[in-house]
């Protein structure tokens, strides 16, 4: 055999292990890339809501208005219409909830009840609220029974003129949640209404300005939508000042401190404290000169 034989030999040999190591690694990138898209495929897929919840949500429809011929029952069995809680310079949120829900209805109006029970501005005075049941077999005693139960709750029967707890029928209670962007279904299965949960906020034209989603309504965050749907107009100066660091995070459905303006309130307040300093320096020393020539 010829060395070129025998070289060609030792090198295909020498050859084969790098080959069947390269073709290992390769095998194994290639079964990595499958194993990751079908991990990506299966998030996917868990990612679609079930067919039952396709209709279900909150869609925040800001910036609209609410009909207020919308027909609704109150806790008393008397008929009203959305108007008589509308045009009176006061904002109104508005709940969509029903009343024998077995948890999640319980929990946004016990938020909602705890976060007003922080706050200074009162029911009835600054904002109404306005719990709507989303079932059309409830009835005004059901309703009244739960008024009763929250306002114990909030602590403050002063507040029962601005506590509203309404039925109505399925077709206005309906158009209701269309035009407020408030989306439920009933489920056959498991005898329940599948809802989100979030307080709409309407200015007292009927205007839809903001939404609070969850069920943890902190007094800052009620205090800030109110304000924002009174269009500034219920509060004190000190409220305007607190309420300017915060902006409405639409993403979110919640208030974000502003650093820009936090930063200019600060600097307004240096100035105003530097300003009193220097004065208080500036009159001193006059006075000493005063005494001094004297």
């Given at each position: ?128 609220v306005l719990a709507v ?118 993403q979110s459905g919640s ?40």
């Open positions: 055999m010829s060395a070129l034989a025998n070289y060609t030999i030792k090198r295909s040999h020498n050859l084969q292990p790098r080959l069947l190591s390269s073709l290992h690694v390769f095998s194994l990138l290639i079964f990595v890339i499958l194993l990751t898209r079908a991990q990506i495929t299966s998030a996917q897929e868990h990612d679609v809501p079930p067919e039952e919840l396709e209709n279900v949500g909150v869609t925040e429809k800001l910036g609209e208005f609410v009909s207020d011929d919308i027909t609704l029952t109150n806790q008393y069995g008397e008929e009203v219409q959305l108007a008589d809680y509308l045009h009176n310079d006061r904002p109104v949120i508005l709940a969509m909830v029903y009343y024998e829900c077995p948890m999640l209805c319980n929990l946004i109006l016990q938020g909602l009840m705890k976060g007003l029970s922080e706050l200074s501005w009162q029911p009835g005075d600054e904002f109404d049941s989303i079932s059309p077999t409830e009835t005004p005693e059901l309703a009244r029974a739960n008024k009763e139960n929250y306002l114990e709750q909030l602590g403050n029967p002063d507040a029962a003129d601005g506590l509203h707890f309404m039925t109505g029928s399925e077709e206005e209670v309906r158009r209701l949640g269309d035009q407020v962007g408030f989306y439920y279904e009933w489920n056959e299965q498991t005898q329940e209404y599948m809802h989100g949960s979030s307080l709409i906020f309407l200015s007292d034209e009927g205007k839809i300005s903001r939404y609070l989603h969850g069920i943890d309504y902190p007094e800052l965050m009620l205090r800030n939508a109110l304000y924002d749907a009174a269009d500034g107009r219920i509060g004190s100066p000190m409220d305007r000042v607190v309420l300017y660091c915060f902006q409405y995070d639409s208030y974000v401190p502003v650093a820009v303006n936090i930063m200019k309130i600060g600097g307004v307040i240096t100035l105003v404290l530097l300003g009193g300093f220097l004065g208080f320096f500036f009159l001193r020393e006059r006075k000493s000169r005063t005494e001094y020539a004297t």
